[in-house]
């Protein structure tokens, strides 16, 4: 596994949670961690995984899902081959495993729909489970 996911866990509503993206390796499919934009998802029980936050290649830019916006903020440290997701105000329906995700949308403007398109990542972590109690 080349990214590993973590930070999650259950806390109460109104509560916050970091969760931390690593990759294992300096390269994610044979190209450096920072030649990928990467992203958060995350799936609920009996629910499709859904797009939450994305950051571009150097971090300058980012893009949210109206679900996270104003109360999650993702970012990277391409240094040490990490990607954050910073989730405040957390809701009971932001319950969900959550998964981090790499690609590399190569020849591709990225916005908000480019960069939820699931199918733009090549490279998954094996998910955190996130649990608000209400």
């Known amino acids: 596994v080349q990214l590993q996911a973590s930070g999650g866990g259950l806390v109460q509503a109104g509560g916050s949670l970091r969760l931390s993206c690593a990759a294992s390796k300096r390269t994610v499919s044979g190209r450096e961690f920072s030649s990928h934009v990467m992203g958060w998802f995350r799936q609920a029980p009996g629910k499709e995984r859904e797009f939450v936050a994305a950051?571009?290649?150097?971090?300058?830019?980012?893009y949210y899902a109206d679900s996270g916006k104003g109360r999650f903020t993702i970012s990277r440290d391409n240094a040490k081959n990490t990607v954050y997701l910073q989730m405040n105000s957390l809701k009971p329906e932001d319950t969900a495993v959550y998964y981090c995700?790499?690609?590399?949308?190569?020849?591709?403007?990225?916005?908000?729909?480019?960069?939820?398109?699931?199918?733009?990542?090549?490279?998954w972590g094996q998910g955190t489970q996130v649990t608000v109690s209400s």
């Open positions: 995700a790499a690609g590399l949308f190569e020849g591709l403007v990225l916005n908000v729909h480019t960069t939820g398109d699931i199918s733009q990542y090549c490279s």
């Open positions: 950051i571009s290649w150097g971090g300058g830019e980012t």
